[in-house]
């Protein structure tokens, strides 16, 4: 395997979509915005009459469709529906996408049209297609795009429809009268260019998304290349660029480990203007600055850093969510960031983590251009129409699994072992405190010794060690005599031994939740989760992507869940187990005893 | 009551069965005098087309021609025909109306118009249906006709001899010498020479053509209808030498006739040369056009398809959920709006469809109450007998039940005349047009070449063309919903009808299902399984494995496919009801085409290893466990405690409670116990499917007798003549022996037996009566009593009770009760 390039992989998997990909005139997945050139949405057909079991799409009365993988055609399949359609599920034999209102506007964002949509069901559909399901969908199409924001010479910004009882009813609605201004004429309406951002939220919220064509202020130029010395930008990475820069604004989803960060340092050295990268984390942001430094033509000098330790404010700035949402007497005294510089381009790392404040400040920055960057559209609080009305439509999207296959990030073995406790362990769990119980089962000291066991058998590769509770932490670092990185380790200090886990000084590092986020640990071949936030599947990503970055070798990647038998800790394992199994990883559950046999 | 000459009124008196209208009038003599003499005269073919037409008229089957003709004339029974009729064919009837009896049809043609070739068509229709009678010379309207049609037929006013039948001499005079006529000697004479000159089309335009503008202007208003115009003092004397206004003009000159002191009234002859000479300003020969959209007839098909299927699976899935627990019965009947919000929360479907499909499975006999104290809505037998039915066959069922019913789903969620909400399943729902229209509507689409589809104004257009009386109330509602439930069944794709529509609207439910089964999945015999512990079924499954699989996994999403997926608790489901872990396995190996994944096959065997560990008896309820520790944990457990456990060896425990409650506690706890028997056994717990007992269909409720057969129109017709021929025979021969007037003479026997018989019938009888002085006389009595040798009667003259005694009878004859004119 080790022998065999990534590339000689993925054309073996998939010879057509390697031949898209290497003529680059089909590509495998591709969003687009709305410029004429680079449309690549299917070509209009008179829709066939479909035949009963042909096609490898099955439309549900629940507006999911099943893609069966193993069919001849799924792959043109996918490749249809991708744009309109959110991949849900992508176990191993049946893929679950599905049609949202959410989903079917971005694809019109992306300029696909209802024929468009309705003709791919049809095309592809094994069995007959709901006539109301493809009403529905024309319909809820066909609400993008009625309303429009615009630019305009006296009144600044206006709202103008191609339908005027769409116009009368969004005004009728209360929250809108804050928001606009004076009637300029029957079809289009002034708005406060103040509101631009809240008047795309209303206006979603009211079932009637706006298509914003206001347009971008250039900011203040600064020259940014890329430094492509030795290394180049991935097909997809150039594509999510493309898509993104078309499109004006909007959020790149790309798998953990598939480098986000260049996709980033690419659309700024396309716009070459002062950005502000807003990032979780001050280690996040540091690994940001380092990266950049690396990959384009800015200095050390050119990047300012913007954290509870430093304020530097440069032409491009790197902010933390934590400092942006201090609140000091119920102002934010960090807001002057925003309007410290005209800033071209504003990068948003991990998305789905977006603090709510966030949201607010972005909507008074609707005239800059946004690029969002993230592993999933997924949020736990289901403010996804937020994203897509602030910072804007999907612009480009890539499922794991072909990306895997691709070869770009390092396929994983998804492993849970079941811990038997001990009778002793069974009788306190049993008598635990109903919220003490998660916490008991995790912690337990038979995980431990399995731990150390998973530890003893992948020695010499490198291991991270993952957990929820600090004291666990502690003596799992005890027990394995590593390192511990938590809370409250400080920041040279993590990095110290980030550094010396990249350099292979250290082979086993035991990290609590501060690890999920964006560090980089780029030869971590096997990870251990003993505990975690219940069932959090957006954790379970997180944690999944510290392995999947490419191994020299090329070596299979090792997840390794340590879960209680018979506990509450099975249950919220199931949860992280279908996300796996879902996100089409080969997962296999294994009991303690087996493993050390 | 205009005209005169013989009418059908003769026949409403209710003494045909022995005396008959016109008794004496040979069979086919010349031109019929009543419409029993009409119907005598026609054929055994034009007597069925009749009954066909008429079906009401069946139920009874009549005696005779003459009761036929009685019935063919009640009011109900022409209302109900007359709802019947098309628009044309109604304006022809209200020209009929507005000519007096005995009218040609030429006469008729010109009030139409003489370029409508669909007119003789619509006079043959009425014939047929018994509304008119008579020789193309000397057409007769049945006299119901006319008093339906009322006073201004086609906002025509009366003719002008009964507009001016209450108006005094002199007043006449002045008319006449207004209009320039000599004086006359009386009213009537008077009446009789206007009438004349009125008649005279030519004569009226000519005094139209003079008439001043302004008045012209009054009579604009007045010519289409209504006729009568309000005026102050519109009685007062007028001279048409002294008119000043244009009312006073046209009043002078009887143009416009007072009808009261405030209103007058047009004349029909008037109102008649107005309008040219026709009775209608729109004639509508023809239905109006429809607007037509050309579809594929292919992807009709397959639309059509699909939808059918969906309606089968939502009906099926529907009902496999109420199998564990239906929802209850409310007290007034029906089905609470809560369990029906819940119902499409299930089906993820909106209320309306929801509704639809509740209906249609209550309609088909699918779901029912099943009479217990606590009611419940649970399916019914026959749910089971469909279900093991293909799909096609399921749906043609439903699809023919919903053609049929009277239920209309779309009024489910609406509120009735009293603001009471209408519940699914509940009274309310019933409109007797319902199945009317939609063969209507559909077979206005089967007219259509196949695939063409038509939209829904135009085709309620068309059918209020077709229909103009009936169902005018409901209608556009009940098209609109009509339409769209042909499409969610599947009767319909894209708006046109499926060719399996077709074939159910023509009753062929096997063809329908047969055109029907080559366009749907063929069921399959095996499933995708996969690591996220789902399994999908890429297509409806044979009936054997989906019943497996449902009780093995629980379904997550339905259409074309199934998603179904397995937990520990439909794992340990399918353990409770019997299966092994062996079975399980065994079931994936066999019916999964993709390698079954591992972490099922852990699934399974872990929850089979704790399945059954905790075992309960009901002796006490006692809890036993190979894993002392798990008692151990158990009798720890403070969440356990309300169960009052105890330890009764190491491995068993005792615990107070029935064994339920202490299954269900110790499944909330997380432990799988198994319930065990008294002697030790395993008790297998499987949620048997509840049932409601055998249940008929609901009544249709419908204001129309069954279309009848035509085997049954035969025999009616055989049945009909064969009377009509004894009791014309048996008025003969009264007739004939007895001079009318003379006392009547019969047996004893015959005397009592017709007493009986007059009795039953309570119809007037003469009797021939030897009073108390032994003074012969004769009497109309009508027996109420009979018993003793004494006969109790109400005397007809008299109108009050007597006694009679049976042995002064001397005979009893019928009474012959019959207009002056034919006597």
Redesign the interface.
Known sequence: MGKISAWERFSAVFPRLADGVRNTGRRPVVHTGRSSFAVTAPPIER?R??E??SGPL?????K?L?L?IDHEAAADCRRAIAPFAELE?A????H?YRLTPLGLWNARAAGHDAEQVVDVLLRY????????LLVDVAETMGRYGRLTLAKHPVHGLVLTTTDRAVLEEVLRSKKMAPLVGQRVDADSVAVHPSERGQIKQVLLKLGWPAEDLAGYVDGEAHPIELAEDGWHLRPYQKEAVEGFWHGGSGVVVLPCGAGKTLVGAAAMATAKATTLILVTNTVSARQWKAELIKRTSLTEDEIGEYSGTRKEIRPVTIATYQVVTTRRKGVYPHLELFDSRDWGLIVYDEVHLLPAPIFRFTADLQARRRLGLTATLVREDGREGDVFSLIGPKRYDAPWKEIENQGYIAPADCV?V?VTLT?AE??A???AEPEERYRFCATTATKTRVTRELVEQHTGEQTLVIGQYIDQLDELGETLNAPVIKGETRNTERERLFEAFRQGEISVLVVSKVANFSIDLPEAAVAIQVSGSFGSRQEEAQRLGRVLRPKADGRAARFYSVVAR???DQEFAAHR??FL??QGY????VDADDLRG | MVGSGPTVSGMTTSTQRSAGGPAGVPDGAGVPRTLAEDLRSRTDAELAALLRARPDLTTPVPVDLTQLATRATTRASVARVLERLDRFTLQVVDAAVVLPEGFSYARLRELIGDDVPQLPGAVRALRERALLWGPDDGLHVVRTVRDLAGATPAGLGPALAVALAGTGPARLQDVLAGLGLPPTADAVGAIAALADLFGDHKALAALLEGAPPAAVEVLDKLVWGPPTGIVRGADRPVRADEANTPVEWLLARALLVPAGPQTVVLPREVGLTLRGGRVHRDLEPEPPALGIVERDAQIVDAAAAGAGFTAVRRIEDLLELWSLGGPAVLRAGGLGVRDLKRVAAQLDVTEAEAALWLELAYAAGLVAGDGEADERWLPTPAYDTWRGRPVAERWSVLAGVWLETTRVPGLVGTRDDKDRPVNAFGPGVDRTTAPEVRHALLGRLAGLPAGTAAPAADLLADLAWHRPVRTARLRSELVDRTLVEAELIGVTGRGALASAGRALLTGELARAADLLTPLLPTPLDHVLLQADLTAVAPGPLVLELAQELHLAADIESTGGATVYRFSESSVRRALDSGRTAADLHRLFTTHSRTPVPQPLTYLVDDVARRHGRLRVGAASAYLRCDDEAVLNELLADRRAHGLRMRRLAPTVLAAEGAPDAVLSTLRSLGYAPMAESSTGDVVVTRPDALRTPPRSLPPRVTGEPPAPGATLIDAAVTAIRAGDRAATSRQRGTGDDEAPGELPRTSAAETLLALQAAQADRRAVWIGYVTREGRATQRIIVPLGLEGGYVTAQEHTAGELHTYPLHRITGVAPVEVAEPADS
């Open positions: 829709p009459v479909p009963p079991t099955i439309v549900q009365s629940d999911t099943l069966e599920r176990p191993e034999h049946v679950t559909s094994r069995y007959p297609v709901p006539h109301a849970e079941r009778d069974r009788l769990y049993a008598t018979d506990t509450i187990q279908r199994a879902e080969a997962y296999r559950i």
